[in-house]
Structures are given as C-alpha cells and as structure tokens.
T-cell receptor, first 113, second 114 residues
C-alpha cells in the first residue's frame, strides 16, 4: 500500500503570493489532517477533514483554508503569504472515525521570501 | 483548553544508558495518548499509544510509556538507548471535539553520545 503522498516536496514563494499544497492519503483512509511544523513550536493543528467535511479547525487565520475531495485527496491553501508562514506542512491520514493513529506524509517545506 | 507539555527541548544520553522523556497533558476527560518519533529526513512514526487498560504500554523499538492519571503524565522510557534512537520525539493527546483531533507537544530532541 502506498503511503501518504504530499506534493510538492519543496516550495519557494514570495510574500503576498498564495500557495496550494496537495495530499493523497493512504487508500481507504477517509480522514485527513494538516499540521504546521516549525522549530520550537512542534506541530500545530490546522484542520481535519472527513468525507469532504471539515470536522475540526485549529487557531490559524482565515488565510489558511483547505478542502477534501470525494476521493479523500485534500488540498490546503494559504493566501497572502507572510514570512512567518515558512514551515514544514505535514499531512496525516487515518482510516477511522476515531482517528486513533495518524499516518504522516513527508511534508511540504514552504519557504516564504 | 487541551495542551501537551514536553519540558525538555533537548536531551543528551550516552549510548547504552537509559532514557526517560517527560510529557504532561491537560485534558478534562480520559485521554488518548501517543508518542511519535521523527527521524532526520523522515516522517513521523507512531511509537506507542494508550487508550485504556494497563497503564504501562509497550511500543516499537523497545520503547514503553507509563500513564499516570494523578500526575497527568505519560513519560516515555527505554532501558538502553542506541545511536539510531537519535531523533525528535513528540507526545500527543487525542481529543474528541466534534471529530477527533490530535494535539502535539513541542517535541524533545534526543542526542545520543557514543
């Protein structure tokens, strides 16, 4: 079974631009979560989708948004990029409603210049 | 609000020595608790989890963790550290809120001395 796939692996953008990151979960997994990882901050929860519905959202500004498609693939979008958005963005999928175990992708490293 | 605290930003241990990584959580209900490991250049991998039952749980790679409700702690231990254990370790709590979300601590980076 293929793991969680995130594209692109690396991304460089400038302030004010927008970016879209993609995540393909493990086949059969219906829950997809997104996290922002920065040094010293750990993983900050962005949002979680299940069956195309956002079930949970973290404390991020409205510039951060996401969606999930009928095949469970998910995208997150960040508009009007700021320098502080530079981070590793991780996607995780899970098979269960209980979301008990997360399977992580390798992440997208976003640098905002 | 739910939160996870890992008080040690980094720890250095000699190879062969024992290891204990600390984790404290804040959550009003019975917690779902996890430890994940992130090795350099690799994604996060689940080491072990606690949902209920025996408070001492065994994980992969020889790790174990003990849930202590009275101390709101879930410390990770290993009796003998190997150089390959050098990585960043994250404690996490699973929260039922609408759906289910996992909240992570800031992580503890483990360095292993030869």
């Amino acid at each position: 079974k293929a793991g969680v796939t995130q594209t692109p692996r690396y991304l460089i953008k400038t302030r004010g631009q927008q970016v879209t990151l993609s995540c393909s979960p493990i086949s059969g997994h219906r829950s997809v979560s997104w996290y922002q990882q920065t040094p010293g901050q750990g993983l900050q929860f962005l949002f979680e989708y299940f069956s195309e519905t956002q079930r949970n959202k973290g404390n991020f500004p409205g510039r951060f948004s996401g969606r999930q498609f009928s095949n469970s693939r998910s995208e997150m979008n960040v508009s009007t990029l700021e320098l502080g958005d530079s981070a590793l963005y991780l996607c995780a999928s899970s098979p269960d409603l209980a979301n008990e175990k997360l399977f992580f992708g390798s992440g997208t490293q976003l640098s905002v210049l | 609000a739910q939160s996870v605290t890992q008080p040690d930003i980094h720890i250095t241990v000699s190879e062969g020595a024992s290891l204990e990584l600390r984790c404290n959580y804040s959550y009003g209900a019975t917690p779902y608790l996890f430890w994940y490991v992130q090795s350099p250049g690799q994604g996060l991998q689940l080491l072990l989890k606690y949902f209920s039952g025996d408070t001492l749980v065994q994980g992969i790679k020889g790790f174990e963790a003990e849930f202590k409700r009275s101390q709101s702690s879930f410390n990770l231990r290993k009796p003998s550290v190997h150089w390959s254990d050098a990585a960043e370790y994250f404690c996490a709590v699973g929260v039922v809120a609408g759906g289910f979300k996992t909240i992570f601590g800031a992580g503890t980076r483990l360095f292993v001395k030869a």
